[in-house]
């Protein structure tokens, strides 16, 4: 179980990595006075970003998944809220994917300003999913 464990935060880096680079990128390709060929490198990066992010994201999933194997149920309160959040940050992911898209066809739609806030939503998800995960406490 420690190898799945160990895989499971692996690729929950990976997946977090993505997440906090991913709006960073939305903030310079929104930037007024891109060029065009700025705004399709933008592009590219976003595409190919997202994808190795959504990868980190399904095998994320996937191990704590398998983690959840040896659980007993019904789940400790904590691992419940864990989940929601988990839960919260697929949807947070799926936005983002949806945002890669918005930017190919209207860059100007949503100000720099947006995507700097949007971009500091995963470092709450963190905090909060990674003390959940290791103080566990009992509510």
Do not use: Q
């Not at 999933?61 to 983690?67: A, Q």
């Not at 959940?132 to 509510?139: C, E, I, N, S, Y």
């Amino acid at each position: 179980m420690l190898w799945i464990k160990a895989f499971h935060i692996i690729f929950m880096v990976t997946w977090f990595a993505g997440l906090f680079y991913l709006p960073r990128l939305f903030v310079y390709h929104s930037e007024p006075g891109v060029s065009a060929e700025s705004a399709r490198r933008f592009e590219v990066m976003e595409k190919r970003l997202f994808v190795i992010t959504t990868l980190g994201a399904l095998l994320t999933v996937g191990f704590g998944l398998w983690l959840l194997v040896g659980w007993f149920w019904p789940p400790p309160l904590w691992l419940e809220i864990k989940l929601g959040l988990v839960a919260g940050l697929i949807a947070y992911h799926i936005l983002l994917g949806c945002l890669v898209k918005d930017l190919r066809t209207a860059p100007a739609r949503r100000s720099p300003a947006f995507y700097r806030v949007l971009n500091e939503v995963p470092t709450l998800f963190l905090i909060a999913i990674v003390l959940l995960a290791v103080l566990r406490p009992a509510f």
